[in-house]
């Protein structure tokens, strides 16, 4: 009997597990931090950016204009951030003379929509083809992941060949594969249903990739970078921060990256 009831525990929180998935790779946040955002922006450069998604959404961002340098640089953050949390470690490349988008999904701050993986991909596709129809060229295009957006960032450069460069952030090899890490007990990883599977994609990726991950960080391994790193292709480019964990890496990162993309 005892058993029974054990195995029977085990399916319930498997089938919740399944069920719920997507709860716990999206966490959207309040409504009120876009607004909040859009009305005071961490740097007075910023100004919205509306796009049409591919399925019908209406979703912003916010952009700032390039101005001493080629490059624009489009953000796909992480699953608990917004693009007002997310703006202020972004300041640096702006005040570097960087164009800065910062990318909004479906349903995160009260926006339009129910995300998913090929939700986000549309989302990402949208604000990059805004970018395209106002005249910033493809070539001049760099695009900027940070943990959960690595995966967005990832699929956009295997689409968008012709870009300037791909900078991944604290990054991962698959969903799967960290939803497995996350729950070892259960077969987590054949149950995931928005992969984003970075490991798979990267080698196809022929623009020159950077990478960062922290030595601290506790939520991505830094194993995980320094496999998709090992899989890339040349050019690529490796930075491991010492001390830093998951979410204090991004203004080494980008002073990192500003450094880089001068090469």
């Not at 910033?136 to 956009?156: C, F, W």
Request: net charge neutral.
């Amino acid at each position: 009997m005892i058993a029974l009831a054990c195995v029977g525990v085990y399916l319930a929180l498997l089938a919740a597990l399944y069920i719920f998935q997507s709860k716990i790779i999206y966490l959207p946040g309040r409504a009120e931090w876009a607004a909040a955002q859009l009305a005071q922006p961490a740097h007075p450069r910023f100004a919205p950016l509306d796009v049409t998604t591919s399925d019908g959404l209406t979703l912003r961002g916010l952009w700032a204009p390039a101005q001493d340098k080629l490059q624009t640089i489009v953000v796909f953050h992480g699953n608990a951030d917004n693009i007002r949390t997310i703006a202020i470690p972004m300041v640096s490349l702006v005040e570097g003379g960087y164009g800065v988008v910062l990318v909004e999904y479906r349903s995160y701050n009260g926006q339009q929509g129910t995300p998913s993986e090929q939700g986000l991909y549309a989302d990402a596709r949208a604000f990059i083809e805004a970018l395209k129809s106002r005249g910033v060229d493809e070539k001049n295009i760099a695009l900027y992941g940070h943990s959960l957006g690595t995966g967005v960032a990832t699929q956009m450069a295997v689409e968008y060949p012709d870009i300037a460069a791909l900078a991944l952030a604290a990054p991962y090899l698959s969903v799967a594969k960290m939803a497995q890490r996350r729950f070892p007990i259960f077969p987590a990883e054949l149950l995931t249903i928005d992969r984003f599977d970075n490991l798979a994609k990267i080698a196809q990726i022929k623009a020159p990739v950077l990478i960062g991950h922290g030595d601290k960080d506790i939520v991505i391994p830094l194993s995980h970078g320094k496999r998709l790193f090992a899989a890339a292709r040349e050019p690529k480019t490796f930075f491991q921060f010492t001390g830093k964990e998951h979410n204090n890496i991004l203004e080494n990162f980008n002073g990192k990256l500003m450094d880089w993309l001068e090469k």
